[in-house]
């Protein structure tokens, strides 16, 4: 049995890019877990519903993945950037201390979204083998309307492709639990991209459907 963290900035983040994997370790025995960086927040906005909302899609999805337990530092959405990078690490860092997974899943530090590139540079401070000598691989995600709008610098490569055929339905009937997230084709969080996606990742990889991510990481 593996322990497995999935890192996400946001919610949905964590379906988006690596649903169907979550799905598949479950299946084979691993325990899992899901650490939430942001959310909606009063403070900033959001009102009463929308935060209220989207605590029950968590406790939703959570239930669906079957987590061992969920993890929220319930910091602001899209103000990552305005709170000393010290304590991101501290705070992320804190909890795969603490958990000490074998495998973790991260956003892509290419992604759009500054959200995501900050959390890949606080994990990746974070996985220095010395401070954490339980990770051995790290693998980072692509989210649909974030990695692939990226046009400038560096880039997605996948070089790891993971089967989900198996599970690929399932991913998209969670997905689905988050409403506000999901529109109709082409908009980038539809369930068609969702397929289209998975089929192309399958394609390369000769599967039916798959999930592709870039190896940052990884010590045998």
Sequence with gaps: MNKILVIAPHPDDETLGCGGILLRHKAEGD????????????????????VRNRAEEINQV?????????????????RLDTLP??????KVGSIIKTLQPEVLYVPC????????????????????WFRCQSVRRVLAYETLSETDFNRIGEVFRPN??????RYLDRKIEIMKI??????????PRSEKT?????????????????????LLFERI
């Excluded at 530090?109 to 220095?128: E, F, L, M, R, S």
């Design 31 to 50: 325990e899992v877990h899901w650490l939430i960086v942001t959310g909606p927040n009063e403070d900033y906005g959001w009102s009463a519903e929308q």
């Design 62 to 78: 959570s239930a669906s993945y079957g987590f061992i337990k969920t993890h929220n530092l319930a910091l602001p959405a899209v």
């Design 85 to 90: 990078m010290t304590e991101l690490i501290e």
């Design 109 to 128: 530090p290419c992604d759009v979204h500054t959200d995501h590139k900050i959390i890949a540079q606080v994990v990746n401070a974070c996985t220095k």
């Design 160 to 165: 790891v492709f993971i089967d989900i055929s």
């Design 178 to 187: 988050y409403t506000s997230e999901v529109g109709d084709f082409p908009f």
């Design 194 to 214: 969702i397929r289209a996606l998975a089929f192309l990742r399958g394609s390369q990889s000769g599967y039916h459907a798959a999930e592709a991510f870039q």
